[in-house]
Structures are given as C-alpha cells and as structure tokens.
C-alpha cells in the first residue's frame, strides 16, 4: 500500500484549523451587535410592549339565581344533612318503700323498715318503736310509718328513729345528732326497688310533748300528716334525757 504524504498536507490542515477559529472569534464579537440590531426592527416582544388583556369586571359576571324548586328544598329538608338522634327519655323509677337512709353530714347509713303497729291496754293503735332498738347482733334501726307515702310516689315520707337506746348495745341512737342538721343538708333514701331519691333539708324544728293535749298533739300532726307535696319527715325523741318532753322534725324536700 502506498504511504499517505502527511508532510506535505500538514500545512494545509493547519491553514484550515486557523480559518475557523478566525470565523469562530468573529461570530462571538459580533454576536452582541446582531442581537441589538435584532431588538430594534421590532423582532422581539419587549417587557414594556407585553399585551395587557382586559380582565371582566366583577359586575359583568351574573350570579345564578335561586330557582323555586331550590328555595323549597331547602326550607323544607337537606338531604345531605344527617338527622340527629333524638335523646332517649330516663324511665323514671316507680315508687317503692325505703330500705336504707344516708345522711352524710351527721354519718348516718342504716337499715330502714316498716314500723309495725299494736294495740296497747286501752285499746289504742301505737307504732311498735322497741322493734328499732340495738340489739346484740344488729344496730339500730330506722322505721318507716305504714301511713307515709314512699318515694317517687309523693306524699309525706315519715321515718322514725331514736336518739338512745335501751340496754348497752350501741348507746347512742341513729337519730341522736338529729337536730344539728342544717338547711341545704343532703339526704338520700333507697327503696326496694333499686330507686335512688335526694332530698335537702328545709326545716329543723323541736315541738313540745308533755301534756298530750289536743292542741299538742294537732301541732305533731300538722309533720306527721299526709301532704299534697313529696316530703321527707324524720322524727326522733327531744328535751331533757329520760323525759323526753319534746320531739325532734327535719322536713326535706
């Protein structure tokens, strides 16, 4: 194969190596200018020749308006608004008969039972009080009159208790603090039917019993007697120790 003479065009490449670079370094000189020039004619959109749009004018745009069919559902029903659950009404507790008393201020939680009756020698109705003292194997107890109303029922509720009792079993009474009682004193009774009933005091009060006149016995009456309102009456033994000149009532309602 015959050898390529590279000697003798080296010159000549070089030569064509040196024109470009020549065009090259022109093209870049002049560059700037050609932009200008273009600039100038108008060729290109300038920041400060930028089309402005009109915008539409807030009035221009209508607001729909609210067709009859619109206005009636929504007066009448959302569809798309859940219904509430309506609050189930509390059963309220049918009335039934005490089984327990608490009275928190003066420490009270005890036992409540039906008082019983008997006719005594001269042929009178008595409530059986000596049925509620302590004995050996119990507290005292607290007695609900077979006349009184119950509660929930309304009525009168009366409870009798004592403030000593007989013998040496639990000295003090259930009732012995009775009369420190305050207006606004809470007391709650439980009936045997699982019902739970608040009531708060309104009156403290100590009525004579030593005479046993009518007009003694009509003011005893006046809380031991039925009532139109639902109250609680509780009656215990009052006046000087073993005399028992007085009775003892707190009404709460």
Same mark, same amino acid.
Request: glycine share 10%; proline share 12%.
């Given at each position: 194969m015959p050898r390529i *003479?590279? !000697?003798r065009w080296l010159p000549n490449l070089l030569l064509i &190596?040196?024109?470009?670079?020549? #065009?090259?370094?022109?093209? =870049? %000189? #002049?560059?700037?200018?050609? &932009?200008?020039?273009q600039l100038g004619s108008g060729n290109y959109l300038l920041t400060s020749n930028k089309i402005s #749009?009109?915008?539409p004018q807030l009035s221009s745009i209508r607001t729909p308006e609210a067709t009859p069919e619109d206005v009636f559902f929504s007066l009448v029903h959302n569809p798309y608004t859940p219904t *509430?659950? *309506?609050? *189930?009404t509390p059963t309220p507790i049918p009335a039934g008969p005490v089984i327990r008393v608490v009275i928190p201020s003066i420490d009270v939680d005890r036992a409540v039972v039906p008082l019983r009756q008997y006719r005594d020698s %001269?042929?009178?109705i008595q409530y059986d009080t000596n049925s509620l003292f302590a004995t050996s194997s119990r507290l005292d107890l607290v007695g609900q009159t077979l006349t009184s109303g119950d509660p929930g029922g309304g009525?009168?509720?009366?409870? =009798?208790?004592?403030?000593?009792? !007989?013998g040496w079993y639990a000295w003090e009474g259930v009732f012995v603090s009775l009369d420190d009682l305050k207006p606004g004193d809470k007391i709650v009774l439980y009936t045997e039917n699982g019902g739970k009933f608040k009531y708060y005091v309104k009156k403290v009060v100590q009525v004579p019993y030593l005479y046993k006149t009518a007009a003694e016995l009509n003011k005893h009456l006046n809380y031991l007697g039925p009532t139109h309102d639902e109250r609680v009456t509780m009656v215990t033994c009052g006046g000087p120790f073993g005399v028992w000149s007085a009775r003892i009532y707190v009404?709460?309602?």
């Open positions: *003479p590279w !000697r &190596i040196g024109g470009l670079m020549l #065009l090259w370094a022109a093209l =870049v %000189t #002049l560059k700037p200018f050609l &932009i200008s020039s #749009l009109p915008l *509430p659950t *309506p609050t *189930p %001269t042929g009178q009525g009168n509720i009366v409870l =009798v208790g004592h403030n000593y009792n !007989r009404v709460a309602k």
